[in-house]
């Protein structure tokens, strides 16, 4: 079947806008005699075949103006006025007399016009709109024919290039999976000495790279995984299956310290963190939290003024029972406000002046940290 649209399409021997010029022809044959008639009527009106006629008329003129026009410059120059009016009117005269001669054609010119025009629009129902779409559909069932006849070759082709990407994807995947080892075990090293500042004194952590050869995919074929140990004796394990959520907030803060300049999440948020924690150890989450703030938006929920003196910006958050529904609210803490609930968190209830002195002294020196880091 290709073969038949294949050759119906050359046998029309097509030529691009063919079409477009032929239904211009075919419109002009196709109403001859009303044109003729129209133009025989226009070339009546304005030659010189009758005393009433614009040719006339303006010969007529000319000669008036030929008799006077040397008495006078302004005369002059009206009958060159008349006289250029004359030539266009012969010029045209002669354009209608030209196309009428045109249109004087063999009744077979307009039926091979009509019967090409026949052709073009039986394809055209068939393979395209125009020419150009169906010379287009004609290559493409060519290319389609020629894969058909040599399919064999075809399939043995398509075989070999397959093998080739696919020695290519394993040598790509292979020097992938070598730089994921390299830098997984740089990185557990850093993540480690991040968790033993978190005061996870004994912690073991490895990045475990596994290739999955033949389990490709645009990230390779390797499977990573986190795996950790936070208590002395405890097998190390998927990170997934840390229980607590206040170590699994410090985990996650220790991985975020070493991957912040790579990670493209813009906010991190850290509940629990605090669990468990208190004195040096708080303030190094504390510090650990800000150094991430510098690249990422963070928000924390925590019940330590270690960890809230660091923040560039309080909330203070609490429940209420409102007519036997508990209801949540949340406030922006600023200047004063946010000085007294820092104190409230260090003294309790009660709020002494030696207590918002401390509270004070506490964001004093977190922001002078913050400004050392800056300055670094």
């Known amino acids: 079947f290709m073969e038949f649209e294949i050759g119906e399409i050359e046998k029309a021997q097509l030529k691009e806008g063919e079409d477009v010029i032929l239904e211009k022809d075919y419109k002009r044959m196709e ?19 009758r005393a009433d006629s614009a040719g006339e008329g303006i010969g007529r003129a000319l000669r008036n103006m030929g008799g006077i026009a040397d008495l006078d410059e302004a005369l002059e120059g009206l009958k060159g006025q008349l006289d250029e009016i004359e030539h266009l009117l012969n010029d045209f005269n002669r354009s209608v007399t030209d196309y009428m001669e045109d249109m004087n ?9 009509a019967q090409r025009l026949d052709t073009l629009n039986l394809l055209k129902s068939k393979y395209g709109d125009n020419i150009e779409e169906i010379l ?5 069932r060519t290319k389609r024919l020629e894969v058909l006849n040599n399919y064999g070759q075809y399939v043995e082709e398509l075989k070999k290039s397959s093998q080739k990407e696919e020695e290519e994807l394993v040598k790509n995947c292979k020097k992938l999976s070598s730089i994921r080892k390299k830098y ?24 475990q790279v596994t ?36 170590e699994l907030s410090r985990i996650m803060l220790a991985l975020k310290t070493v991957l912040a300049d790579k990670d493209e999440i813009p906010t ?28 990422h938006q963070i928000l924390c929920i925590t019940h330590l003024p270690q960890i809230a003196a660091m923040a560039d910006a309080h909330f203070l958050i609490e429940k209420r029972v409102e007519e036997k529904v508990t209801r949540t609210h949340i406030w922006p803490l600023k200047g004063q406000k946010s000085d007294e609930e820092l104190a409230r968190m260090l003294g309790g209830v009660e709020i002494t002046e030696a207590v918002l002195q401390n509270a004070k ?16």
């Open 361 to 376: 002294e506490m964001k004093e020196l977190a922001a002078k940290t913050k400004r050392k880091w800056s300055e670094n």
């Open 31 to 49: 109403n001859s005699k009303k044109i003729v008639e129209a133009l025989s009527a226009v070339y009546a009106d304005t030659g010189y075949e």
């Open 211 to 246: 290739s999955m050869e033949g389990n490709y995919s645009s990230k390779g074929y390797d499977q990573v995984e986190f795996l950790i140990s936070t208590n002395p004796g405890e097998k190390i394990k998927p990170l997934s299956e840390v229980a607590s959520g206040g």
């Open 268 to 295: 991190l948020i850290f509940d629990e963190i605090d669990v468990g924690i208190s004195g040096r150890t708080a303030q190094k989450v504390s510090e650990k939290l800000a150094l991430i703030g510098r690249n």
């Open 184 to 207: 997984a075990k740089e990185m557990s090293k850093k993540i480690k000495e991040a968790l033993v500042d978190l005061n996870f004194l004994d912690a073991k952590f490895e990045i």
């Open 136 to 140: 287009k559909y004609k290559e493409e």
């Open 105 to 113: 054609f063999p009744q077979e010119v307009f039926m091979e016009t």
